[in-house]
């Protein structure tokens, strides 16, 4: 799948925990131009999986994302992106900003997910949270282009996720 991405995207990356957005986004985005939750919870926190930490953590990253876009640097929030609301935000800063909201889902199977899942000491959180979480990405697929995603990508197989490219468009 060749992914095309306007210059001045805002992009939410949309997966449940395993799904492979971290990496996904390491393989295809420069550092900076990657926010990550678990990185903000550590900046606000000290420790990224310090769930009490999740409103500040956001809190700062919508302020950097903004001060990003307003310089007109394309920007990658990686967080899973389940709840609608969560999304809503992303959507609402990226208009603020003249960008282009932009999804891409990373959907792989849940049994792929769980299985990386249990290969993992950082996720202390149970798999029936992995479980609900790919649920509620399928679910949130056909409202996407509704919420106000502009482009909507959706990567199924962990073969797709691989061979996918990016390329940006003015
Ligand atoms: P959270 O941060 O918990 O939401 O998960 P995430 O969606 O960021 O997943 P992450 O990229 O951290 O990947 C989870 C685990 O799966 C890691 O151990 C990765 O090495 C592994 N993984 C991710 N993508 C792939 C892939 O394409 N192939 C394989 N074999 N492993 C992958
Ligand atoms: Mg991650």
């Known amino acids: 799948m060749k992914i095309e991405l306007p210059d001045l995207s805002l992009v939410c990356l949309v997966g449940a925990s395993g799904s492979g957005k971290s990496t ?18 550590g900046w606000v926190a000290d420790d990224e999986a310090d769930q009490s930490a ?58 792929v997910c769980l299985e990386r899942h249990a290969g993992r000491e950082d996720r202390r959180f149970s798999t029936r949270v992995v479980r609900n979480q790919h649920r509620d990405v399928l679910r949130s697929l056909k409202h996407l282009r509704r919420e106000g995603f502009r482009h909507t990508w959706v990567l199924k197989e962990p073969e797709t996720i691989d061979a996918a490219t990016i390329a940006r468009v003015p």
């Open 24 to 41: 996904f986004a390491a393989k295809y985005f420069r550092s900076t131009e990657v926010l990550s939750s678990d990185a903000f919870r």
């Open 54 to 111: 999740t409103e500040d953590a956001f809190e700062a990253l919508f302020h950097l994302a903004g001060v990003r876009l307003k310089r007109g640097r394309l920007t990658v929030i990686d967080a899973t992106h389940t709840r609608r609301e969560d999304r809503a935000k992303a959507v609402a800063l990226a208009r603020a900003h003249h960008a282009i909201p932009v999804a891409i889902v990373l959907a792989p199977p849940a049994d």
